[in-house]
């Protein structure tokens, strides 16, 4: 009897392979970047069966209040924190999509119903926009990836490299410096344990002091890093830890509770004291 099973085994897995060498079993193709942004409108269109609700104020480039009281965050980007280039550009765009209009939000299953500041997590449509594509498309947001599965992510990809390529946005403003950045954002052992076993470090190559006083670093969620007195010799490198520390010449610390960087997938950004973008390295 087990001879027969196994026999039966071999012969169902000889048979699957047969199948998929002559193109019986197709394999889903990925869709592409133009695919996927033609399928937009009718996205807008499906979103429109689901309930509706009226904005009552736009708190920021990426957060509403609702008529009834509740606080959306917008799900899978992130706008620049207040006082930052683009910051006012992104509420105001904000604004005109949403403010005292009727929107509809789409909940992803693969992401939790709120996130720790008690906002609902949705993706948020109008009549004829989906609201948080277009601030990606714009240049006015940033990815912002989970480490869960989300369900526009590559579409916002798409759109996101298109305003890369096209200057718009936060994308606009890049100022060019002679620097090299790296990023160790795995840390031995327990990340949570080891804080300082994540770091970022940035090397001035060129032949003039940089002055990175007021300089940020920020990943794809909210944690900023915010540059005190701090000068960068010619060849001289800087080391920012997670963790805390004694700052000195050569060493700085974020004096974070808590890992910055997620090691399955994040986004550095460094920008200068004008709030232009300076450098960015999405990773791994």
Not at 88 to 107: G, H, P
Request: with cysteine; proline share 3%.
């Amino acid at each position: 009897m087990l001879k027969s099973t196994k026999y039966m085994c071999f012969i169902a897995i000889l048979f699957l392979a047969i199948l998929s060498l002559s193109g019986c079993v197709q394999v889903k193709k990925e869709k592409s970047c133009q695919e996927l942004i033609s399928e937009l409108p009718s996205e807008i269109e499906a979103a429109k069966s689901a309930r509706s609700f009226q904005v009552a104020q736009v708190i920021d480039g990426d957060t509403l209040l609702l008529t009834d009281g509740r606080k959306v965050r917008l799900l899978g980007i992130n706008a620049p924190e207040k006082g930052m280039l683009f910051s006012d550009e992104a509420k105001s765009f904000l604004e005109n999509q949403t403010l005292n209009k009727k929107v509809y939000l789409l909940r992803d299953p693969a992401v939790g119903d709120k996130d720790k500041y008690n906002r609902s997590l949705r993706y948020v449509f109008t009549e004829n926009s989906f609201v948080n594509a277009e601030l990606l498309r714009t240049g006015l947001a940033t990815l912002f990836v989970t480490d869960r599965s989300e369900r526009y992510q590559k579409l916002f990809s798409c759109l996101e490299t298109e305003a890369k390529e096209n200057k718009r946005g936060l994308w606009s403003s890049i100022e060019s410096y002679p620097i090299e950045v790296e990023v160790s954002y795995d840390a031995p052992g327990n990340d949570s344990e080891n804080l300082n076993g994540e770091f970022v470090m940035i090397r001035n190559f060129g032949n003039q002091t940089i002055n990175l006083t007021g300089w940020k670093i920020k990943d794809e969620a909210t944690h900023i890093y915010t540059f005190g007195s701090v000068l960068l010799k010619p060849n001289s490198s800087i080391k920012i830890y997670s963790g805390s520390g004694q700052d000195s010449e050569s060493e700085l610390y974020w004096n974070s509770t808590i890992p910055i960087w997620n090691n399955d997938h994040d986004t550095i950004f460094l920008f200068s004291r004008s709030g232009a973008l300076v450098f960015w390295l999405s990773f791994p």
